[in-house]
Nanobody, 126 residues
């Protein structure tokens, strides 16, 4: 049974940093695409970043490019999202997700992901 558990969210001031973690179980992390999404109140779910299996290539939304970094630790079956220079508009619930097709390159399109974590709240405010 595939499970994803996020952690690391919280309240941070503008310009601050947070690192989100997503620990997976029931599957081998480096064989599937992994992605981070976020959803702010009243808004649609937005793709933030993803990392592909095999070569570990990454992709980012324009809104976070240069500020966020996605990475994975295969030994810990965990994917991370390092978020720097946070802005109030980054406030949202952040979700990690994975797919069910082995070795499929990642995208930030929600419907391509079959398994989701419960989400972790990130609030950027002074």
């Amino acid at each position: 049974q595939v499970q994803l558990v996020e952690s690391g969210g919280g309240l941070v001031q503008p310009g601050g940093s947070l690192r989100l973690s997503c620990e997976g179980s029931g599957f081998t992390l480096d064989q599937y695409a992994l992605a981070w999404f976020r959803q702010a109140p009243g808004k649609e779910r937005e793709g933030v970043s993803c990392i592909s299996p095999r070569d570990g290539s990454t992709a980012y939304a324009d809104s976070v490019l240069g500020r966020y970094t996605i990475s994975r630790d295969n030994a810990k079956n965990t994917v991370y999202l390092q978020m720097n220079n946070l802005k109030p508009e980054d406030t949202a619930v952040y979700y990690c997700a994975t797919g069910s097709i082995r070795f499929r390159p990642c995208t930030v399109v929600p419907f391509e992901y079959d398994y989701w974590g419960q989400g972790t709240q990130v609030t950027v405010s002074s």
